[in-house]
């Protein structure tokens, strides 16, 4: 299962079932029985039914405090405006 390998996951169990034909006629179904035994002896993935279970592989986080900090205000009440000179002529 390597695509749930990619999305961080480990396969926990995988099983198949129902390894003989899709059929109703009971007596047939009788017969088939050697399928299911051949099927689950030798052939596990061929089953109709696929069962897989995995599990998340999930790191704990450790929250880094930041480096930087507050600084005061160069200048405290803001930037100041600028003055206005008027032309003496």
Do not use: C, N, Q
């Not at 996951?9 to 051949?38: I, Q």
Request: glycine letters at 8%; charged letters at 25%; hydrophobic letters at 45%.
């Amino acid at each position: 299962m390597a695509w749930l390998g990619l999305l961080g996951f480990d396969t926990v169990l995988v099983r198949s079932f129902v390894y003989y034909p899709p059929v109703r006629h009971g007596a047939l179904l009788r017969h088939l029985g050697l399928f299911e035994y051949l099927g689950r002896r030798f052939e596990p993935f061929w089953g109709a039914v696929y069962v897989l279970v995995a599990k998340k592989r999930v790191t704990t986080l450790t929250p880094i405090a930041p480096r930087w900090r507050f600084r005061r205000k160069l200048v405290p009440d803001g930037v100041p405006e600028p003055t206005v000179r008027e032309r003496i002529e």
